[in-house]
RNA sequence: GGCGGCGUAGCCAAGUGGCCUAAGGCGCGAGUUUGCAAAACUUGUAUUCGGCGGUUCGAAUCCGCCCGCCGCCUCCA
């Protein structure tokens, strides 16, 4: 991607177009899924808050491999299965307050589009079906091939079959060369009631194929930016480019935007080590979605972040400070109501807050950014400045805690009663009798924060 | 082995040639407050950027080597 936000013009000089590879439904997406997402939602609501107009696609992988393994596994029909765990993305993305995409396509729903671009690659000679009901990308016949990921030829083993190689495992697939890549798989006995009709015959498509022909389904052949995580690069996207380009000419992206993994405590993230992390988990341990957004948005996006625990927990505190920072400031400036999404979009200026969206102008600093927020809070005092600052929350899609919430939490009578209790007794400088009591709150969970005239109680 | 990237205070993390004797958040220390605490507020917290050389008037930032770490290399964001 440029590295200036400010510099991406939309090549239609109408709509921002980009695609963003999505989940593939077969199971909780983790946190390292989301850090992509979040920086996605973070690019568009930047444009979007500059005053560009968006179209936002972003697919759903429901039949590959895994889906259809799962689904069987689980006893369910595919659909069945995918659309569950798909609900269950849709909430996790509300919760963290990602903006859903404008146009959300299926797989599933796309194949004769997908079946239509194989034809085309097939007719160009780009393609090739060996005859086993499956149908392979040439990439000897696509000359850029590796561009994106920068890989040497060499290393494709470009005319290289299997036979050729000892020691690779068995692929029922027959290959011209090893790097081909598969556009339609011929059906397999494993795939159970998964097949679609073809014109070579029962099967189901690649996984690459289905976001070559979705993003030109509803982007057309060239559009503005593509996006995903970092381990897309190589092979997904350079097979988008090769399937795209070869089938329909058009530059295919003019930008790309990946962004790094997410490690756990300096580690990439695995199952065995209990560090794939889903939302649920983090919020079974009592963090908020939004602490967690606002943790995996803590880092530039070019660089792998480390998530802690530590981290995580700090960022309460933050959420805390910077509410009361926007509370008092709000109060300063004589506003009640804070601006929504739709009012801020097009802001043109951000007071003291503009260094913060530099920040984000600047390729998408979100750390400089936050950092910079922290600096305007200790300066602003107008209505310029309190507006500039909601307009960079809403572009990091930060929601403020609510901090007048005392009403909210809900004080059970017998503790109320202790509380009481030990009011009297502090109120009579009994303090031996107000100190047990007050140890005796704080085993219960409560803390009890004392006044001049009254005390409060807040739960641990 | 090929390609790419990182190593900045206890933790997270900006900065990529001079405004850096290095943002910001958390944590921690000190003070105010408090009966003592907690909370709140104020304030302090890396003369130094993995190590060693080099380029330069000047380097955390460029180059070389070394050490450590991470990612991709056929369907993992």
Known sequence: MTREVRDLVPVDGNRFRFYCCGPTVY??????????????????RVLEIGGVETLHVRNVTDVDDKTIRDSQAAGERLKDFTDHWLKRFHEDTAALNLLPPHIEPSAVEHIPQQITMIEELMAKGHAYAPGDGSVYFKISSFEDYGKLSRLDTRELDLGRTQEQRVGIQADEYEKDSLSDFVLWKGRRDDDGENYWESPWGTGRPGWHIECSAMSCEYLGETFDLHSGGEDLIFPHHENEIAQSKCSRGGDFALHWFHSAHLLVDGKKMSKSAGTVYTLADLLERGFTAMEVRYELLGAYYRRQANFTFDSLHAKREALGKL????????????EVEIPGYEELRGLGGFGVFEPAWDGLQNDLNTALAMGKVFVGLKTAKTKEDWLGLHGVLAALGLVLPEIEAEDAVEVPEEIQAVAEERWAARSA??????????????????VVKDGKEGYELVPA
């Open 27 to 44: 199971g909780p997406a983790h946190i390292g899924n989301f850090r992509t997402f979040v920086m996605n939602d973070i690019f568009r």
């Open 323 to 334: 509410a009361k920072g926007e509370a008092e400031l709000r109060k300063e400036v004589g």
């Open 429 to 446: 400088k009994d303090w031996a009798k107000s100190d047990e009591l007050r140890d005796l709150l704080m085993e219960k969970g409560w």
